[in-house]
């Protein structure tokens, strides 16, 4: 499995790539290996200011449903449209085309408590 050592990750399985003041956030190769095939990525808050570890959306594998917590507060500014035709690109490169919303970031002292690749290689046992 593949986890860049540029991103931080938490412990709910998101990842998140900073650029600036904004933060791309996407769901880690784990979590999309451990999904299955994703079928439709659902983001309600397009517009809104999310707290840290609060619910943004959902992504629905064939089997299962699951909600995705934002890793750092901010605005939730944009979802990868490109998902709403192609939801596979969660599975086929979940660091690349399978980002899921950019968000501006409103306290960047939050990527702190994030973990960094060894610390969530711990977590997941790999």
């Not at 650029?19 to 933060?23: E, I, N």
């Not at 290996?33 to 095939?37: I, R």
């Not at 750092?72 to 500014?77: D, N, W």
């Given at each position: 499995m593949n986890f860049p050592e540029e991103l931080k990750y938490t412990k709910?399985?998101?990842w998140v790539r900073i650029?600036?003041?904004?933060?791309y956030v996407g769901i880690t190769d784990y979590a999309q290996?451990?999904?299955?095939?994703i079928v439709y990525v659902d983001v309600t808050t397009i517009g809104e200011t999310v707290a840290k570890e609060e619910v943004f959306g959902s992504i629905e594998a064939?089997?299962?449903v699951s909600d995705l917590f934002l890793p750092?507060?901010?605005?939730?500014?944009e979802f990868n449209e490109d998902l709403n035709d192609a939801p596979e690109l969660v599975n086929q490169d979940p660091y690349g085309k399978g980002w899921i919303i950019k968000v501006k970031i409103s306290d960047i002292s939050e990527l702190d408590a994030l973990l960094n690749t060894a610390e969530y290689r711990t977590i997941i046992g790999k």
């Open positions: 709910d399985h998101e650029d600036g003041d904004t933060a290996n451990e999904l299955g095939e064939v089997k299962t750092l507060s901010g605005e939730v500014v």
